[in-house]
């Protein structure tokens, strides 16, 4: 099995940009998806296919890729954007792995 | 709309088993895998394994194989978790997700609410 790895926690102040990396040598050649997580909530997807975003998601949400690291960007954070953050990745054998997680704390 | 509704929450001893369930409508249920997806208390997001709801053919994660087993039973589109020999450390929430086929939403896009299991003599 392989793994993603996340740093544990980001603060950022408020306006400001907030960067999640998820590390992992499966995001060399698979997609990443990224999902918020609220507390008591289900998760709620916010990027796909590395820098995908669904509809309903705000603009401010942005994704890219390069090589096996994968970087969730938010730009102008907001007090609602605290939440813990998820990556999400698979295999071509259909076993899917998510990352460790980091919390966004806005200061 | 969308759903993904589960059973409600379970207290099991160790070393007995537990049964959840996912009742999927609002799309049809043979165009999307059902994912089960394990919370523990403060811990992320754990991927037990998917089923195919056309075959019922399963890919798990290695540490579930042997202990659980997913099933589903599509005249009524819902989909089975059962995760045997209980111990301590499968106190979670339980939720099944679903990821598309073939075609748009390949990824998880919808989510039960959740089932909390608590394991506990």
């Known amino acids: 099995s392989y793994e993603l790895t996340q740093p544990p926690s980001v603060s950022v102040s408020p306006g400001q940009t907030a960067r999640i990396t998820c590390s992992g040598d499966a995001l060399a050649e698979q997609y990443a998806y990224w999902y918020q997580q609220k507390p008591g909530q289900a998760p709620v997807l916010v990027i796909y296919?590395?820098?995908e975003r669904p509809s309903g998601i705000p603009e401010r949400f942005s994704g890219s890729s390069s090589g096996t690291t994968v970087t969730l960007a938010i730009s102008g954070v907001q007090a609602e954007d605290e939440a813990e953050y998820y990556c999400q990745s698979a295999d071509i054998s259909g076993i899917y792995v998510f990352g460790t997680g980091t919390k966004v704390t806005v200061l | 709309q969308v759903q993904l509704v589960q059973s409600g929450a379970e207290v099991k001893i160790p070393g007995a088993s537990v049964k959840v369930s996912c009742k999927a409508s609002?799309?049809?249920?043979?165009?999307?895998?059902i994912h089960w997806v394990r919370q523990a208390p403060g811990q992320g997001l754990e991927w037990m394994g998917r089923i195919d709801p056309t075959s019922g053919g399963t890919d798990l994660a290695q540490k579930f194989q042997g202990r659980v087993t997913m099933t589903r039973d599509t005249s009524i589109t819902t989909a089975y978790l059962v995760l045997s020999r209980l111990r301590s450390d499968d106190t979670a929430v339980y939720y099944c997700t679903r990821w598309g086929i073939v075609g748009a939403s390949n990824y998880f896009d919808s989510w039960g609410q959740g089932v909390p299991v608590t394991v506990s003599s």
């Open positions: 296919k590395d820098s």
């Open positions: 609002g799309h049809t249920f043979t165009g999307y895998y």
